[in-house]
């Protein structure tokens, strides 16, 4: 059963960093493209950001050169660096891995700015 576990989220002043991970497990293969994405409440889920292979990366105009999306093959796991956090980063977190046709989801993780 493939998993895919986020982790590294929590609370952090404006303007801090964050480094989130998501971890695969499950499976031996290693995901076509993986993604970040957000959904904060009463607002509907985000892409935040993505990557294919291992260098092709998008990112959401609203965290262009405040986040970096990384990955570790060798770890089947890929990682969300936040920097110059803002309040409306505020959200639940959650990771996406594409194999195949087949895609899944991590439970979340939350991230929240605030003073």
């Known amino acids: 059963q493939v998993q895919l576990v986020e982790s590294g989220g929590g609370l952090v002043q404006p303007g801090g960093s964050l480094r989130l991970s998501c971890a695969a497990s499950?499976?031996?293969?290693?995901?076509?493209?993986m993604s970040w994405h957000r959904q904060a409440p009463g607002k509907e889920r985000e892409l935040v950001a993505g990557?294919?292979?291992?260098?092709?990366?998008q990112y959401a105009e609203s965290v262009k050169g405040r986040f970096s999306i990384s990955r570790e093959n060798a770890k089947n796991t890929a990682y969300l660096q936040m920097s110059s956090l803002k309040p409306e980063d505020t959200a639940v977190y959650y990771c996406r891995g594409v194999v195949g046709t087949s895609d899944f989801w991590g439970q979340g993780t939350q991230v929240t700015v605030s003073s």
């Open positions: 990557i294919i292979g291992d260098s092709i990366t």
């Open positions: 499950g499976t031996r293969f290693i995901f076509k493209a």
